[in-house]
T-cell receptor
Framework: GQSLEQPSEVTAVEGAIVQINCTYQ??????LSWYQQHDGGAPTFLSY????GLEETGRFSSFLSRSDSYGYLLLQELQMKDSASYFC????????????FGKGTTLSVSS | DTGVSQDPRHKITKRGQNVTFRCDPI?????LYWYRQTLGQGPEFLTY????????KSRLLSDRFSAERPKGSFSTLEIQRTEQGDSAMYLC?????????????????FGAGSRLTVL
């Protein structure tokens, strides 16, 4: 099966940098994805790493180390609107199967 | 394209009743997923279709749950004999075929969800 672990809560102030870690266990690995969900909203895709290294998309970056079964989401220049839940997700046993999500990290950004 | 549409947005029912949710995915997306989410938790996978074929069902999915995607377009999720523990947000998502767009099946577009309350 698959399992993912991420911190339940993170707090930070506007303008700061925050890193949300994710460790995973899966039989067969087909990439690590990150999703954002605001209160009352639907999850939305942020980034995807299939290979080791850093992927940068604006203020958000995502990192993967397959040998460590570990990844993180880095959020820079935090804004109040970044307050949300962030989920890491991995694909199932075989390519083509569904994403399995972690329990999520609630990020609270204060002024 | 208007994205992934789900109907109804809210459903309140009494225990023991049957409920059905509908999902209309993005038209070019051949993959459709149903997830369930409760407060403070991540989306929990229920089942997944590729075109009209139901390829995977979660082992957590009881026999009271059934999903269909008869023509490979919209999908329905039916819950029979609802229980209070079924109260949750039911999320539908779709994704494009592999090789199209950004990262294919890893990029899910979710609908706004159907919130079920079982009294």
């Amino acid at each position: 099966g698959q399992s993912l672990e991420q911190p339940s809560e993170v707090t930070a102030v506007e303008g700061a940098i925050v890193q949300i870690n994710c460790t995973y266990q899966t039989s067969g690995f087909y990439g690590l994805s990150w999703y954002q969900q605001h209160d009352g909203g639907a999850p939305t895709f942020l980034s995807y790493n299939a290979l080791d290294g850093l992927e940068e998309t604006g203020r958000f970056s995502s990192f993967l180390s397959r040998s460590d079964s570990y990844g993180y989401l880095l959020l820079q220049e935090l804004q109040m609107k970044d307050s949300a839940s962030y989920f890491c997700a991995v694909r199932g046993r075989q390519a083509g199967t569904a994403l399995i999500f972690g329990k999520g990290t609630t990020l609270s950004v204060s002024s | 394209d208007t994205g992934v549409s789900q109907d109804p947005r809210h459903k309140i029912t009494k225990r023991g009743q049957n409920v059905t949710f509908r999902c209309d995915p993005i038209s070019e997306h051949n993959r459709l997923y149903w997830y369930r989410q409760t407060l403070g938790q991540g989306p929990e996978f229920l089942t997944y279709f590729q075109n009209e074929a139901q390829l995977e069902k979660s082992r957590l999915l009881s026999d009271r749950f059934s999903a269909e995607r008869p023509k490979g377009s919209f999908s329905t999720l039916e819950i029979q004999r609802t229980e209070q523990g079924d109260s949750a947000m039911y999320l539908c998502a779709s994704s494009p075929p592999p090789g199209r767009g950004s990262s294919g099946a890893n990029v899910l577009t979710f609908g706004a969800g159907s919130r079920l309350t079982v009294l």
